[in-house]
């Protein structure tokens, strides 16, 4: 009886796999399955909208064999504008709450893939809200993130298509060029922005 007991307890040790998809931060660090992080560094495109991205997220393949896999992205709360989620090649977008199905997705043995061009892109300056997203890979981990547009000091780009008439530092020195630090920016329209340069 010890025997078999034994036997039953090695055969399902041996079921017990690691997830052979795991979500991973920029720095390779893999998320707990369930994390849930916030993007709210706003960006404007050029096409002149305003968009937060899901930057430094990756998906891991922790096996030695490639895999194919499909990836949903259930946009639970979108309250304007829309979203978009590409892995490789694969790109779909959605309007309203949906759920965003990539298939056959592809990935090589012990190699990590960027989620890139995955974004919540707003209707326009001031549509403050909060988009939520769960990514599930057919694996089963997830992760949920929140892109949080709260505040339009976190607009990190600007669109160069205004013209520009004159930049200032935060000190209201005007300078010649954009520099380090924060920037004051008017344009012929009258308008004034802020751009962050890194």
Do not use: H
């Not at 307890?9 to 052979?20: E, F, N, P, R, W």
């Not at 259930?74 to 199905?101: E, R, Y």
């Not at 300078?175 to 004034?192: F, H, Q």
């Amino acid at each position: 009886m010890k025997k078999l007991l034994l036997v039953l307890g090695v055969m399902l040790c041996s079921l017990t796999t690691t997830a052979q998809l795991v979500f991973v931060d920029a720095n390779g660090k893999e998320l707990a399955n369930g994390a849930t992080i916030t993007m709210d560094k706003a960006e404007v495109n050029d096409w002149d909208e305003f968009q937060i991205s899901l930057e430094g997220i990756s998906v891991k393949n922790t096996t030695s064999k490639s895999l194919t896999f499909t990836m949903d992205a259930v946009v639970s709360t979108l309250p304007n504008g829309s979203f978009a989620c590409c892995f490789g090649s694969t790109c779909k977008n959605a309007m309203k709450p949906a759920t965003i199905n990539l298939a056959n997705l592809k990935i090589d043995a012990n190699t990590t893939t960027a989620i890139t061009n995955t974004e919540w892109v707003i209707d326009g300056e001031g549509q403050y809200g909060t988009c939520t997203v769960e990514f599930k890979l057919s694996t089963g981990n997830t992760l949920k993130v929140n892109f949080v547009y709260a505040d339009p000091a976190n607009v990190t780009a600007l669109n160069a298509s205004k013209k520009i008439v004159a930049i200032f530092d935060m000190t209201g020195n005007k300078i010649n060029a954009l520099k380090k630090g924060i920037n004051l920016i008017r344009y012929a329209d009258g308008s004034v922005k802020k751009r962050i340069i890194k």
